[in-house]
């Protein structure tokens, strides 16, 4: 069976995480369980590998890696970053945190559908995406379209 491994890095602050990394933590987990339900009848397992992150390491939070491949380098991503409440508190000084801008929009968390995108782009197959009632695609071919 074929694995991609999934890495995500992100702040770890006494078991807490910051607002940003706690939804991308949230889109990924259920990602990773959407893709092995639909890729182990291809013979492909996802490993999700939590990576925690101390104090020093804040510019290198929040990045996901696809067998090692930062998502920016696999999809049109551009990483940036912006002011961080969550994280200014958690670390008790002002603090800049990474945003990514996919699709024209910026996201403080990475979206559930980049992760999707990345994951099959990274592994070279096709995504299936079956035609919901009304015509339109729907990844997950259940009546509440991702």
């Not at 940036?80 to 670390?91: F, I, R």
């Not at 995108?117 to 009304?134: D, M, N, S």
């Amino acid at each position: 069976m074929k694995t991609l491994r999934i890495e995500w890095k992100h702040l770890d602050v006494a078991g807490d995480t910051c607002d940003r990394c706690y939804d991308t933590g949230e889109n990924l987990a259920a990602e990773v369980k959407r893709l092995n339900r639909t890729l182990q009848a291809k013979g492909i397992s996802v490993e999700l590998i939590d990576t925690k992150l101390d104090d020093t390491q804040v510019p290198q939070s929040n990045i996901i890696l696809f067998d090692g491949i930062p998502i920016e380098q696999i999809l049109n991503i551009k990483a940036t970053e912006n002011y961080c409440d969550s994280c200014t508190a958690l670390l008790g000084r002002k603090t800049y945190c990474r945003t990514v801008i996919y699709d024209g929009n910026e996201y403080e968390d990475i979206p559930a559908k980049a992760i999707r995108h990345a994951a099959y782009k990274a592994l070279g197959i096709t995504e299936v995406k079956k035609k919901q009632k009304g015509g339109s695609d729907c990844c997950c071919g259940g009546d509440k379209c991702c």
